[in-house]
């Protein structure tokens, strides 16, 4: 957030510099003054960054225009494992339900990982396996839906868990012919006039659960490690978005690509990133990419959302233009906000 984009947001809400200033102490905790505002306005110096995360939340939560389609869907994916597509899931899932919009985050990866970050402990995992209440059972036919689905501990955030049974999901999928590759769009049309976004986490492959993943969603997004061979995938993700379009979902767009786990210092990185914006940028958004920062291992280590521990942890300004670019294709902001 730049400092005219700080003055416009003020400006949007009506307030004066002292006035704004005492705002953010509230949001806060913190005693900023007007001088410290007008030198944030003016760059003369940086935001703080727990002040920036929160102000990037504040900016997404403006009156809405009426919602076209309730449970509009993103898919995060590619077919390569390692590019951070759970960390972007569950970030994106939790700026959104912050900022005030009813989430469900539908963990369609046999790993789980989404699963435990929100607050399903690996132990409840297993008993819900067991007792037929993950999106393997609920995707198969065999558990309602509203029998999976789970609180957060993030207000206006449910989640459908997962777990290695899934991984049968793409074997037995292809068998059923009736709805072989619908499955998933068939099974949340049930819930999305609940929710105003369902975000999918997909699985590191191209197996028959990520295709029923991108057959219901309305946007793809494509998280992308600066290296090589992650670059290799997005194009080979690309064609298969393209495949999904022609013959699945022709409503199904890319909302953009995300530079993830960047170290600019680095330069096979910043050569990764001229790779990326020349192959794409000028037919794809690309968003602003999430530095490499201890923050999202610590975070993955102990179970919980990185922005939950930390709302200015490096990589915020991304999953807020990420939020509001989808907002804005939803018709719930008037303007797309430029976080970057």
């Known amino acids: ?36 505002l007008s030198k944030w306005e003016t760059g003369k110096e ?59 985050l539908v963990d369609a990866d046999p790993q789980g ?33 509203d029998a999976v689905i789970r609180p957060t501990g993030v207000e206006g955030l449910d989640v459908v868990p997962s777990s290695i049974a899934l991984a049968s999901a793409d074997t037995e999928l292809p068998g059923n012919l009736t709805n072989a590759q619908t499955a ?43 290296e090589p061979h992650a670059i290799l995938g997005v194009s080979a993700f690309l064609d298969t978005v393209a495949k999904i379009q022609r013959r699945l979902n022709p409503r199904l767009e890319v909302l953009g690509i995300l530079p993830t786990m960047v170290n600019p210092r680095q330069t096979q990185d910043r050569s990764s990133l001229e790779d990326i914006e020349r192959l ?6 690309v968003f602003p990419p999430v530095p490499r920062a201890t923050i999202y291992a610590q975070a993955a280590g102990a179970n919980v959302i990185t922005l939950d521990a930390d709302i200015g942890a490096p990589g915020v300004e991304s999953y807020a233009a990420i939020a509001a670019a989808l907002l804005t294709a939803m018709g719930r902001l008037q303007e797309t906000v430029d976080a970057a």
């Open 1 to 36: 957030m730049t400092g005219e984009q700080l003055k416009a947001l003020r400006e949007r809400r009506g307030l004066t510099q002292t006035q704004m200033a005492a705002f953010v102490n509230e949001l806060t905790g913190r005693k900023y003054d007007k001088q410290r």
């Open 46 to 104: 940086a935001l703080p960054r727990d002040v920036l995360g929160r102000l990037l939340l504040l900016d997404l939560e403006r009156p809405e225009s009426p919602l076209p389609r309730p449970g509009t869907t993103v898919a995060v994916g590619l077919q390569k494992g390692g590019t951070a597509k759970t960390a972007t899931s569950i970030n994106l899932a939790f700026i959104l339900a912050r900022a005030g919009n009813r989430v469900l």
């Open 113 to 145: 990982n989404a699963t435990v970050h929100v607050g399903v402990p690996q132990t409840d995992v297993v008993a819900l396996t067991e007792a037929g209440k993950v999106l393997y059972h609920a995707l198969m036919g065999k558990t309602p839906l």
């Open 184 to 226: 998933l769009a068939e099974m949340l049309d049930g819930v999305r006039e609940r929710y105003d976004v369902i975000v999918i986490d997909c699985a590191p492959n191209l197996g028959a659960v990520t295709i029923n993943a991108l057959t219901a969603a309305d946007y793809v997004l494509v998280p992308c490690q600066a």
């Open 280 to 285: 794409w940028g000028d037919s794809r958004r």
